[in-house]
């Protein structure tokens, strides 16, 4: 008399319900009032494909971010030499990765190379002692690991401006050495969206050269040590407002901690930014330096607002004031929050999903899977009867399984996820196609129906395993290394396959060994 473990049904039990329960708000379309809160209220998150929204594929221009740190090594150099007071010409960038010292006097040059060989070990110095030069170049080495931080931290910085946007589940990684593949799916206003991750939102206060020739500089003679910048354009004259201001940055915005809307009496929407320890001792310090001049406040090389500065100013709070409207000065605070990008994007890839397409692509996957399905499980039930039916079973379970994972790893399911599942319910149709007629085969030869089972699901086995390793393997591929549509097919179809193992082989013969168990067979239904 065959008897069956009682593990084997209790695990089998224990898997239907938790998928069941996995799956059921995505099929309801949320959780009832009755729904505990204790069990799983999570539904199927829906890809770009299905829901619609927004692809961006953005280049992160690597070379500014070297450029700015060469940039950051002028005024280190220049502060390194005046401590230790030594003569100098000029200090100034030269190329993408180069900062050029003019001595005065080549008898410095061997304190001046000691003391930045010491001082800046992250750069390459060459000389040429009869014009008085000294290069400083990034080395390449360096150059690479700041290509790859602004990459990093572009990434995480569009990330935190999707996430305080909010977003839900968006994809956002990296594409290539240089490029980020962001999509926002069911998003209602792709235009904002751009803006918000687009925007470098590098913040700075310059002083303003009160001194300095400003007609001139609107001339093209920009004095030494000053740059012209421009203001918000007025909005009843069409004109933009020149300013004159000190190239050196006086405070960043890598010294704030929080930026929130506020409103003023007149009910004018600005921002008001915290500093944070740092921010706020230099903020007192210099606003306490410079009482009756006036402060530019600049954001990606637009000038906001350039008060006079009345006294000193302690606590460390600041606000950015420009004619904002409520959802302009919202955003700006979140890219505040969120920070400045290390080097500007570009969009060189853009498409829209509306809605519209996405449901009929949802529409056209169900209808898929329900035409290929029905066949499926009508040639099962005609050709292989009884044990036909039981397949159909696993196939059905195996639907209820994959949807129930996809819940669980918050994975997103897309077209060619979709896809994937249609393919996988004729690979466990295959795998049992293989069991049955090894059975038949056995049958044939003269055994038993027990015995033709037990030989048809031992001698069988081996193939299922061989054929869904190979295929698990092409999916682990497509994975590392597919991206998009490419990646949600190898979720599904690796998912699948081993839910497709445990479907096929191990429930319909537990189901199998139930129904056959106690009683005298025949003649099996095959």
Do not use: C
């Amino acid at each position: 008399m065959r008897q069956v473990p009682l593990w084997r049904p209790a695990l089998v039990l224990m898997t239907v319900l938790v998928s069941l329960f996995y799956v059921f708000p995505s099929l309801y379309h949320g959780t009832p009032a009755w729904w505990p809160a204790w069990l799983p209220n999570r539904i199927i998150a829906q890809g770009l494909d299905l829901q619609g929204g927004l692809y961006l594929l953005l280049n992160v221009e690597t070379d500014k971010a070297v450029e700015q740190t060469a940039e950051n090594w002028v005024d280190e150099v220049r502060a390194t030499l005046r401590k230790e007071h030594l003569r100098y010409q000029s200090v100034e960038r030269e190329g993408m990765d180069a900062v050029v010292v003019q001595l005065t006097d080549t008898a410095d040059s061997p304190k001046v190379r000691q003391l930045l060989e010491k001082d800046a070990p992250t750069l390459q110095m060459t000389e040429d002692p009869v014009s008085k030069r000294l290069r400083l170049t990034i080395k390449p080495l360096e150059q690479k690991e700041i290509r790859r931080f602004a990459m990093e931290q572009s990434i995480q910085t569009i990330r935190s401006r999707v996430d305080q946007f909010g977003v839900t589940e968006p994809t956002i990684q990296k594409q290539g050495e240089d490029r980020i593949l962001i999509q926002l799916p069911g998003l209602s206003d792709p235009t904002r969206a751009k803006a918000l991750i687009g925007r470098t939102a590098r913040l700075e206060f310059k002083m303003v050269d009160e001194k300095g020739d400003l007609s001139g500089a609107l001339a093209g003679r920009v004095p030494p040590g000053d740059v012209l910048l421009y203001g918000n354009r007025d909005s009843e004259q069409k004109t933009r407002q020149p300013y004159l201001l000190k190239k050196r940055t006086v405070i960043s915005g890598d010294l704030l901690t929080d930026a929130r809307v506020n409103f003023s009496q007149y009910n004018e929407a600005y921002v008001s930014i915290t500093f944070n320890r740092q921010g706020e001792r230099k903020f007192a310090q210099l606003t306490g330096e410079h009482v009756g001049e006036r402060m530019a406040i600049v954001l990606d090389n637009m000038v906001y607002s350039a008060p006079v500065i009345r006294e000193k100013i302690e606590g460390g709070r600041a606000q950015i004031s420009g004619s904002f409207t409520t959802e302009e000065s919202h955003d700006l605070a979140i890219i505040l929050r969120a920070g400045a990008l290390p080097a500007p994007v570009k969009i060189v890839e853009e498409r829209t999903v509306g809605p519209t397409l996405g449901q009929d692509s949802v529409d056209q996957g169900l209808a898929s899977i329900l035409i290929g399905g029905a066949m499926v499980l009508l040639f099962m039930g005609v050709y292989y009867k009884g044990f036909g039916w039981l397949a159909n079973m696993a196939v059905l379970l195996n639907v209820i399984m994959l949807m129930a994972a996809l819940v669980m790893i918050h994975a997103t399911l897309t077209m060619p996820g979709i896809a994937g599942a249609v393919l996988l319910m004729g690979m466990s149709v295959d795998a049992n196609v293989l069991i049955y007629e090894r059975v038949r085969e056995e049958l044939r030869l003269g055994k038993t129906p027990l015995a033709a089972i037990d030989h048809g699901y031992s001698r069988a086995f081996g193939t299922i395993l061989d054929s869904h390793i190979t295929t698990l393997i092409t999916g682990l591929v497509l994975y590392q290394f597919g991206t998009g549509p490419v990646r949600g097919f190898a979720v599904t179809l690796t998912i699948g396959l081993v839910i497709s193992m445990f479907t096929a082989v191990f429930v319909t013969r537990v189901v199998l060994d139930l129904v056959l168990q106690g009683r005298h067979v025949k003649k099996l239904s095959i």
